[in-house]
């Protein structure tokens, strides 16, 4: 039996990437489409290359009409919240890959999976290079203890930080906390010239034309650097 898809964001850079993966798969089937820009469009007319005759709904509701097993979010940050409780509050299990979600938004929705009985796995970035960046840098941090953290993205962007630099700053927090080098209260200026503090690590947020996504972590010791890039797009 096919497992059934439904994607969010369903013609975006990663979305696309992501309807063709699944209607190419032998054990899955994709069964919803969602794009509000595109919306009420067949999917093989925006995606050329996916030969499925599919209408692509206007919202996750809409598209949880027809029976689903999971929804793939890869979204914007002002809709993937209530994309995530609806597919919870109808049973249907998620994998969220948009950022822009807070701490508290977890919490939220950890206690909704929960209650429903359902599973929700939120993995920020689903490229292995930002998989080994996570990896590498929780490895350097094992005898590094001084790191920040650049998020790079396009303009278009609106939430800072990304979710992959949120992700990565937790899990180097679950190797431990650096070392402090200078506290915001003895910076002269402007103190949010240092960035935001993320479970301890500092990070910066670049939003300018010609990026797409990256996050680098930096370790800092006597007299050495050390640098850990992802980039895509």
């Known amino acids: 039996m096919k497992l059934r898809i439904c994607i ?16 190419e798969a032998e054990d899955l089937s994709l069964v919803g489409a969602v794009s ?8 093989s007319e925006v ?5 499925l005759d599919l209408t692509i709904s206007g919202s996750v509701a809409e598209a949880l009409a027809a029976p689903t097993d999971v929804l793939v979010d890869y979204t914007k940050a002002d809709v993937v919240k209530a994309n995530v409780l609806t597919a919870i509050r109808r049973g249907v299990h998620v994998v969220i890959g948009s950022s822009g979600l807070t701490d508290e938004d977890f919490v939220e929705l950890n206690r909704a999976a929960i209650e429903h009985q359902v599973g929700v796995i939120a993995a ?9 960046l996570q990896r590498f840098a929780c490895e350097a941090a094992k005898y590094l203890s001084h790191w920040e953290i650049i998020d790079y993205a396009s303009d278009a962007k609106q939430d800072a930080p990304s979710g992959t630099a949120r992700e990565l700053a937790f899990r180097l927090s679950e190797v431990r906390e650096p070392e ?8 002269i ?3 949010e010239s240092r960035g935001t503090n993320l479970n301890g690590t500092q990070v ?3 939003r300018l034309p010609g990026y797409v996504i990256g996050v680098e972590a930096i370790f800092g010791a006597q007299d050495e650097r050390l640098s850990i890039r992802h980039d895509a797009g």
């Not at 995606?47 to 030969?51: A, G, N, P, R």
């Not at 970035?125 to 930002?130: E, L």
């Open 124 to 132: 920020g970035n689903f490229a292995i290079t930002a998989v080994l």
């Open 47 to 51: 995606l050329e290359d996916v030969k």
């Open 189 to 191: 200026g402007e103190r």
């Open 8 to 23: 969010a964001g369903a013609t975006g850079w990663v979305g696309g990437p992501l309807c063709r993966a699944v209607a």
């Open 180 to 187: 402090e080098t200078q506290s915001l209260e003895e910076t």
């Open 204 to 206: 910066h947020s670049l």
């Open 36 to 43: 509000r820009t595109h919306q009420g469009r067949s999917l």
